[in-house]
């Protein structure tokens, strides 16, 4: 068992290397945390539950000496809703066209059902490398770690594939992040940079902004409807009549909920949720553009949607 935990001297050679790696692992094992802290911003939608991104969301670390694409999917689930499906499809689609997999598994849980589903199918691709990253490595002892370490290497030798690495890592706390991406470097092909120089994403704004306004939006109400939020941006205007020195966006949103009885659990007593969730993501929101933001939310009723073809479609799916 090969466990990294300290950067080994390159040799002299100044190879440049570009490619795409993709983070999986149980819903909530800290896929999208970890590729914010490699991409040093937000660029994924962090939530402490379940099942928050759904959209490939692509993270892009620019280093000198390489160019490292970070693909973030939907965590991989056994389904029960059609949405379900697609998102595990969408996974298994992007597993086959990057160069290096990362598998999330927390250090502070054992190793379960959910984990072994993953690495089963892991086991199926054989020409990728996958490294076995172990997340939020800051709420263990060094004894849990060691277990989880050997359980995880012990993992890749029942399903018959060895790790091209194991790990440990605290986004949270900043520990290994750089040394997870001076592993992750060396699988990717050599190649010219893919991408701009300053890109940190290839996500359309609205699609991030949207993203934005979910997260803020399940915040408060994650035991009462932890999927049912769907958000499209509808438009985003400059504000006319505005003095250059002085500009405003305005941007108009739906937050689509599958039941009227859901309505009230969003917009709060006398509107007071609704109005705390365009506070908090206007900020973010607003950070993200670098300019001011005049944001419009509207909460409406798109029955069943995660079950039904055509709203999937129409809301991005």
Sequence with gaps: MSVRTQSSEESGETVHRAGFACFVGRPNAGKSTLTNALVGQKVAITANQPQTTRHTVRGIVHREDA??????????????????????????TTW????????????????????????????????T???AIVTKTDLVDSKTLAEQLIAI??????????????????????KQVNLLADLLVPLLPEGPALYPEGDLTDEPEQVMIAELIREA??????????????????E?????????????????????IERPSQKGIIIGPKGKRLKEVGIKSRKQI??????????????????DWQRDPKQLRRLGF
């Design 67 to 92: 160019q490292l694409i970070l693909v973030d999917t939907p965590g991989l689930h056994k389904p029960r809703t059609l949405l379900g499906e697609r998102l595990n499809d969408v996974v298994r």
């Design 96 to 127: 086959a066209e990057v160069d290096v997999i990362g598998f999330c598994l927390p250090a502070n849980e054992k190793i379960g059902p959910g984990d072994r589903f993953i690495a089963k199918e892991l086991a199926g691709i054989r020409k």
């Design 129 to 131: 490398p996958k490294i």
């Design 153 to 174: 290497d012990q993992l890749g030798k029942e399903l018959g594939f060895e790790w091209a690495e194991i790990v440990p890592v605290s986004a949270v706390g900043d």
């Design 217 to 234: 939006a399940l915040e408060g109400v994650r035991d009462e409807l932890p999927h049912s939020i769907a958000v499209v941006v509808e």
């Design 236 to 256: 985003m205007l400059p504000r006319e009549d505005r003095p250059a020195d002085k500009p405003l966006l305005d941007i108009h949103a739906n937050l689509f």
């Design 286 to 303: 607003e950070a993200l553009l670098g300019t001011p933001v005049f944001l419009d939310l509207h909460v409406k009723v798109a029955k």
